[in-house]
């Protein structure tokens, strides 16, 4: 009897610690449900504040790309308003700087008034040339009262007799001033050596065949 007792109440505590360990699991469960949801919910508060953080900055940003909008469009206007007064501006130069041409044009087509040529303005005072020389030495005067920087003649050669023997042009770039003169040496017409200025030439050269002659100068023009 003693021992049925002792098995009895043996049984007895292992079905209720049996009960309480199924109690504790269904607690555990119950507490592990709980715990889900409340991770859950916090999770969905995470979001929800991430969410709020998103759309305000899709907010900030749409609001700075309204106000790019607007200043696009408002140097928009600004370059449709301005781009009537800047052709203008550049209608109006173009023409100023045609004009300006043309009357440069004008000016250079304008038929200039021709200086008159006086001969004694410009006169040969000396010239040299010997029989050996291939250059001729002439000294210019200058009669005028303004300084003269280039003179062009013709210089005609003649005999004793005053028969023409030939003619060089001339173009001298010479500065004389006012009332001065200044030589200059050119290219002779002679470059055989046959002919002598008569001023030079000496009285046995006509036995070895030189010729004397004398010159002519003609003004044309100078500036």
């Known amino acids: 009897m003693k021992n049925f ?8 505590v292992l079905v209720v610690c049996w009960l309480t360990l199924r109690e504790v699991k269904s607690y555990q469960e119950k507490m ?10 916090e999770s969905g508060r995470a979001m ?28 928009v206007e600004e370059v449709k308003k301005a781009k009537p007064r800047v052709e203008k501006e550049a209608t109006s130069t173009q023409k100023v700087v045609e004009k300006k041409a043309v009357q440069e044009e004008s000016v250079k087509a ?15 005072t000396q010239f040299k040339k010997d029989s050996s020389d291939w250059n001729e030495i002439i000294t210019f005067k200058n009669n005028t009262s ?21 003619y060089n042009e001339i173009d001298v770039r010479l500065t004389i001033a006012p009332g001065m003169s200044k030589q200059t040496k050119i290219k002779s017409f002679d470059q055989d050596n046959k002919y002598c200025y008569y001023k030079d030439y000496k009285s046995y050269y006509e036995t070895v065949g030189k010729t004397a002659f004398k010159i002519e100068f003609r003004l044309t023009s100078y500036n």
């Not at 592990?32 to 919910?41: P, T």
């Not at 304008?110 to 040969?124: G, L, R, S, T």
């Open 5 to 12: 007792l002792m098995v009895g109440g043996a049984l007895l």
């Open 32 to 41: 592990d449900v709980l715990l889900e949801k409340v991770e859950a919910l």
């Open 48 to 75: 929800s504040v991430d969410n709020e953080e998103s759309c305000e900055e899709e907010l900030i940003a749409e609001k700075a790309l309204e106000v790019v909008e607007e200043v696009v469009e408002e140097v």
């Open 110 to 124: 304008e038929p200039q008034p021709k200086k008159e040529i006086n001969a004694n303005d410009v006169k040969i």
């Open 146 to 166: 303004e300084t003269i920087n280039r003179i062009k003649g013709i210089i005609v050669y003649k005999d004793m007799q005053g028969n023409d023997i030939s």
